[in-house]
């Protein structure tokens, strides 16, 4: 199995997606915390809502799974800088 594929598990547990309470990225199906951006309409996202007046800036994917999978497209994006 390629290393590629252990990153956004390490990501994610980092972000809070593994945490006990309900973290932003749990709630947003998005376990990398990836900002909303054009590309990320190709796995569903919409832009976060923000109740708070915060400026939404997080995408919103429909399950986990698309989340997951827009995580590892970033990481294979080669101007991709982490």
């Given at each position: 199995?390629?290393?590629?594929?252990?990153?956004?598990?390490a990501i994610a547990?980092?972000?809070?997606?593994?945490?006990?309470?309900?973290?932003?990225?749990?709630?947003?199906?998005?376990?990398?915390?990836?900002?909303?951006?054009?590309?990320?309409?190709?796995?569903?996202?919409?832009?976060?809502?923000?109740p708070?007046?915060?400026?939404?800036?997080?995408?919103?994917?429909?399950?986990?799974?698309?989340?997951?999978?827009?995580?590892?497209?970033?990481?294979?994006?080669?101007?991709?800088?982490?």
């Open positions: 199995m390629s290393k590629l594929f252990n990153i956004p598990d547990r980092e972000e809070g997606w593994y945490a006990q309470s309900p973290a932003r990225c749990r709630r947003n199906n998005n376990p990398g915390n990836i900002e909303f951006a054009d590309w990320t309409k190709l796995f569903g996202a919409t832009l976060e809502d923000t708070d007046g915060v400026k939404a800036r997080f995408a919103v994917f429909p399950t986990p799974a698309a989340g997951f999978a827009a995580l590892r497209a970033l990481l294979r994006f080669p101007r991709y800088k982490g």
